[in-house]
T-cell receptor
Framework: GAGVSQSPSNKVTEKGKDVELRCDPI?????LYWYRQSLGQGLEFLIY????????KSGLPSDRFSAERTGGSVSTLTIQRTQQEDSAVYLC?????????????FGPGTRLTVT | AQRVTQPEKLLSVFKGAPVELKCNYS??????LFWYVQYSRQRLQLLLR??SRESIKGFTADLNKGETSFHLKKPFAQEEDSAMYYC?????????FGPGTRLSVLP
């Protein structure tokens, strides 16, 4: 079946503008994660959704970042008033369950460039 | 706090040579540890997990609780092993990835 998909694949925006990044997880996967991959910084956890539970937002770097997951499926990561340091590849992953022992399936990522 | 360290940003070896990618973690409890790999122009994908005690593409990793390490090893590196490797610690809702090591296997 189809894997995790993300859109857009590339996004260039001007500093101060808002952006929305979309993630379509694998059908049936209850857990969804957002990460940020920066050059030299590795993979940084942002937020985690598990079913209908309240999301774990502990990794969001500032209140300019928010995410929602509608109907337990598609998720949108929103960055308001973008800054140049927000430039990175944003990765989404889904998993059959959130217990942690199951493999995370990653999307291709969205490369965000803030000019 | 949970933390994963990978001391080498870049590791270069010649084809056929042994390779060891180091991973150390800090966690109070019994962690679940994974290695993920990202080949050029491909998605990040699971390589292996310690609970499976498996060997994938010739790679193995042993959890050493005394040294809090989960080093990834392969006795004979191949050029197609060149990629970015991430060690990850996952426990419950805590997800921590290391900074990654870029492995370059030279011909």
């Amino acid at each position: 079946g189809a894997g995790v998909s993300q859109s857009p694949s590339n996004k260039v925006t001007e500093k101060g503008k808002d952006v929305e990044l979309r993630c379509d997880p694998i059908s049936g996967h209850t857990a969804l994660y957002w990460y940020r991959q920066s050059l030299g910084q590795g993979l940084e956890f942002l937020i985690y959704f598990q079913g209908n539970s309240a999301p774990d937002k502990s990794g969001l770097p500032s209140d300019r970042f928010s995410a929602e997951r509608t109907g337990g499926s598609v998720s949108t990561l929103t960055i308001q008033r973008t800054q140049q340091e927000d430039s990175a590849v944003y990765l989404c992953a889904s998993s059959p369950t959130g217990t942690g022992i199951y493999e995370q399936y990653f999307g291709p990522g969205t490369r965000l460039t803030v000019t | 706090a949970q933390r994963v360290t990978q001391p080498e940003k870049l590791l270069s070896v010649f084809k056929g040579a042994p390779v060891e990618l180091k991973c150390n973690y800090s966690y109070s409890g019994s962690p679940e540890l994974f290695w993920y790999v990202q080949y050029s122009r491909q998605r990040l994908q699971l390589l292996l997990r310690h609970i499976s005690r498996e060997s994938i593409k010739g790679f193995t990793a042993d959890l050493n609780k005394g040294e809090t390490s989960f080093h990834l090893k392969k006795p004979f590196a191949q050029e197609e092993d060149s990629a970015m490797y991430y060690c990850a610690l996952i426990s419950g809702q805590n997800f921590v990835f290391g900074p990654g090591t870029r492995l370059s296997v030279l011909p």
